[in-house]
């Protein structure tokens, strides 16, 4: 089993700053690409924030360059979401996800937490 706990969120003022981990634990044998998702109040989509490979490449949503970074950790299986400037629109559930083995071999599955509640407002 792949375990995923997300930490770091919370409420903010509009043009703060937050940043969230994500620990992935258990039978873990590899891990690809990891990433942050969220969900907005009354949306049922979730948008993908941003994405991070096991060589450190990054993408973000247009919506957040510049003013999030992701960075990761592979000898902690980490991945964290530093957030500047948040902004009232930002306020949303925020997932880890990641793309892992759990053992040698087998294929890449998603895994993803329970998420952590961002909000933004004054």
């Known amino acids: 089993q792949v375990q995923l706990v997300e930490s770091g969120g919370g409420l903010v003022q509009p043009g703060g700053s937050l940043r969230l981990s994500c620990r992935a634990s258990?039978?873990?044998?590899?891990?690809?690409?990891m990433g942050w998702y969220r969900q907005a109040p009354g949306k049922q989509r979730e948008e993908a924030v941003a994405?991070?490979?096991?060589?450190?490449?990054?993408a973000y949503a247009e919506s957040v360059k510049g003013r999030f970074t992701i960075s990761r950790d592979n000898t902690k299986n980490t991945v964290d979401l530093q957030m500047n400037i948040l902004k009232p629109e930002d306020t949303a559930v925020y997932y880890c996800?990641?793309?892992?083995?759990?053992?040698?071999?087998?294929?890449?599955?998603?895994?993803g937490g329970q998420g952590t509640q961002v909000t933004v407002s004054s």
């Open positions: 996800r990641i793309s892992a083995q759990v053992s040698r071999g087998s294929h890449y599955e998603y895994y």
């Open positions: 994405s991070i490979t096991s060589l450190g490449t990054a």
């Open positions: 258990g039978s873990i044998f590899s891990i690809d690409n």
